[in-house]
């Protein structure tokens, strides 16, 4: 039995998804957090800076809430103004992460295995990290955790960085990323290629994130 088993901190997919799109949600759209069922649904969907893109009912949203809510990692939010309910997460209460740590985490359970230097790279306006250096501090935080939330994965044959991956799939999920980590690299020019795509990727992403941001906020003049 794995620590996150003991501890009852496994999440299923849907869980893990809904969970993330908010902490994600709060620091890349303050204005509009907490969030309703309907743009919890919407971020769950999301295409871009997703892995994998999901396909989820507003009830099976509602059902992770639910859950989730019952384990204290989500809050339902009154507010005056609000016609709907509203929701928060409680990941920072919950696991005392600062933010530099949540911003690693989010992006470990929105896009599963990466690099520290890939999550540098993707962490965009969630977090300025300087260097490198600075996301392998915060991932060497959260390995250290009891229990741990993030593990190490052992380096791929033909790369230069290790993995890193959330632990709230549990341990089959992290097997699954070690043998897809231990199949064999082409290396050279198709090594360079995938840096090229991960650099359009991640550029998609931002220009996708700034569009979404900017329909919410014309929403408001609605």
């Keep these: 039995m794995t620590d996150q088993e003991s501890t009852g901190e496994l ?3 849907f869980e893990m998804r809904v969970l993330a799109v908010l902490a994600e949600k709060e620091m890349l759209t303050p204005d509009v957090y907490p969030l309703s069922l309907n743009a919890l649904t919407t971020g769950c969907n999301q295409l871009s800076s997703r892995d994998p893109v999901m396909s989820i009912s507003e009830t099976t949203v509602q059902e992770a809430l639910d859950r989730l809510q019952q384990r204290r990692l989500v809050a339902e939010v009154s507010q005056a103004s609000a016609r709907v309910p509203k929701y928060e997460h409680r990941m920072r209460a919950k696991w005392s992460l600062e933010q530099d740590k949540l911003s690693v985490l989010t992006l470990l359970m929105l896009r599963s295995a990466q690099t520290a230097g890939e999550i540098r790279s993707r962490s965009g306006r969630l977090y300025d990290f300087t260097s490198v250096a600075e996301v392998e501090t915060c991932l060497q935080f959260l390995s250290d955790k009891y229990p ?9 044959p033909g790369t230069k960085e290790a993995r890193y991956m959330h632990l709230f799939a549990g341990a089959e999920a992290l097997e699954r990323q070690e043998m897809l980590g231990a199949e064999p690299s082409a290396g050279g020019a198709l090594g360079r290629i995938e840096q090229l795509e991960q650099e359009v990727a991640r550029l998609r992403d931002a220009v996708a994130d700034l569009g979404q941001q900017f329909a919410q906020f014309k929403k408001q003049f609605e």
């Design 11 to 13: 999440l299923d997919p």
């Design 148 to 156: 741990p939330l993030v593990a190490k994965l052992a380096r791929a």
